[in-house]
T-cell receptor, first 117, second 113 residues
Framework: GAVVSQHPSRVICKSGTSVKIECRSL??????MFWYRQFPKQSLMLMATSNEGSKATYEQGVEKDKFLINHASLTLSTLTVTSAHPEDSSFYICSARDPSGRPDTQYFGPGTRLTVL | GESVGLHLPTLSVQEGDNSIINCAYSNSASDYFIWYKQESGKGPQFIID?????DKRQGQRVTVLLNKTVKHLSLQIAATQPGDSAVYFC????????????FGKGTTLSVSS
């Protein structure tokens, strides 16, 4: 199946710094990517939908100025957590839709563990 | 709120038993359902999917059943193995291209040998 990668897999940062997480579709062009966050022992919560070449659509309660999403190419979306605080510590997971495949098939990345000290 | 959920938070089975994990959804417009397996520290892994025009679909050792009347989805794992231990999530969307998946709360499956 299609492969989605994320980088970094783990990041530890100090409070107040910004962290960028990359999501790449390795063998297909993803017109749409999605960003989720997952707290321990909880489900995945959708943060935003990212369409290539346009602004991301954020879910209610997700601050767009806090979580900057850029989808500048068909294989790369980035999530930047700005001025990170300990409450932003979470597991961030992206997924990508392959437009050439089944319409609803989404492939998930391996996740990025963010720890803010 | 979440449109997909309801589950048993944990399920413990013996190796070789069959496992059944359940999920309920509330959105009648949901058209597409997927089961994912997530191991600790990893992203969700696709197991099997089903569209609303079907009520059963089988894969290798797994079967998904969909009951649209009561908005219920289940995942059956035959001859459960220790490697099946993970958290299992059901997810759904409306079937419109480009829409995100909405995840249920998950069930932790523990398989003892």
């Amino acid at each position: 199946g299609a492969v989605v990668s994320q980088h970094p897999s783990r990041v530890i940062c100090k409070s107040g710094t910004s962290v960028k997480i990359e999501c790449r579709s390795l063998d297909f062009q993803a017109t749409t990517m999605f960003w989720y966050r997952q707290f321990p022992k909880q489900s995945l919560m959708l943060m935003a939908t990212s369409n290539e070449g346009s602004k991301a659509t954020y879910e209610q309660g997700v601050e767009k100025d806090k979580f900057l999403i850029n989808h500048a190419s068909l294989t790369l979306s980035t999530l930047t957590v700005t001025s990170a605080h300990p409450e932003d510590s979470s597991f961030y997971i992206c997924s990508a839709r392959d437009p050439s495949g089944r319409p609803d098939t989404q492939y998930f990345g391996p996740g990025t563990r963010l720890t803010v000290l | 709120g979440e449109s997909v959920g309801l589950h048993l938070p944990t399920l413990s089975v013996q190796e070789g038993d069959n496992s059944i994990i359940n999920c309920a959804y509330s959105n009648s417009a949901s058209d597409y359902f997927i089961w994912y397996k997530q191991e600790s520290g990893k992203g969700p892994q696709f197991i099997i999917d089903i569209r609303s025009n079907m009520d059963k679909r089988q894969g290798q050792r797994v079967t998904v059943l969909l009951n649209k009347t009561v908005k219920h989805l289940s995942l059956q794992i035959a001859a459960t193995q220790p490697g099946d231990s993970a958290v299992y999530f059901c997810a759904e969307n409306s079937g419109q291209a480009g829409t995100a998946l909405i995840f249920g709360k998950g069930t932790t499956l523990s398989v003892s040998s």
